[in-house]
């Protein structure tokens, strides 16, 4: 999307929005356009680190050269296409409040719903030099826990 070299680490990002996916029946990010895209992910992620967005080849599509992304979307009245500058996007949806709602649960279904989330924290970070590898990924308590 936003024309970066990838590596290993974008199998992570894959794994973990399976893994969402799975469990809630849900699409991670539904976006119809790249564009929408950047946009569920910031909302669930918070923003790209600049360092990502200055090695992008089709960054300047999304962002202003100072960094704000540029949301394109259409006016629910006029229908009209249109722009929006968005200068700070912080994260509108919390992860872990969408894993704990899916239904009641005991203490111990709490405790594997709350490693489950921080498995899908660290596995979903933008920044992939960040993002947790397969080798950790095995060793998290979510994945070693009986």
């Known amino acids: 999307m936003l024309g970066l070299h990838y590596d290993m680490k974008v199998d992570m990002w894959s794994l973990g929005c399976t893994l969402y996916e799975l469990y809630t029946g849900r699409y991670c990010f539904p976006g119809k356009s790249n564009n929408e895209m950047l946009k569920l992910i910031m909302d669930l992620r918070g923003k790209f680190p600049n360092k990502m967005l200055k090695k992008g080849t089709f960054t300047e599509h999304h962002f202003d050269a100072n960094s704000n992304f540029l949301f394109r979307d259409t006016d629910a009245v006029t229908k009209a296409d249109r722009t929006r500058v968005i200068t700070n996007p912080n994260p509108t949806k919390d992860l872990k409040a969408c894993l704990l709602k899916t239904a009641e649960m005991d203490t111990q279904d ?8 921080d498995l899908l924290d660290k596995l979903l970070s933008v920044d992939p030099l960040k993002r947790i590898s397969a080798a950790e990924a095995l060793k998290h308590p979510f994945i070693t826990s009986k």
Request: positive net charge; aromatic residues 24%.
């Open 110 to 117: 709490k405790k594997r719903v709350l490693q489950f989330y």
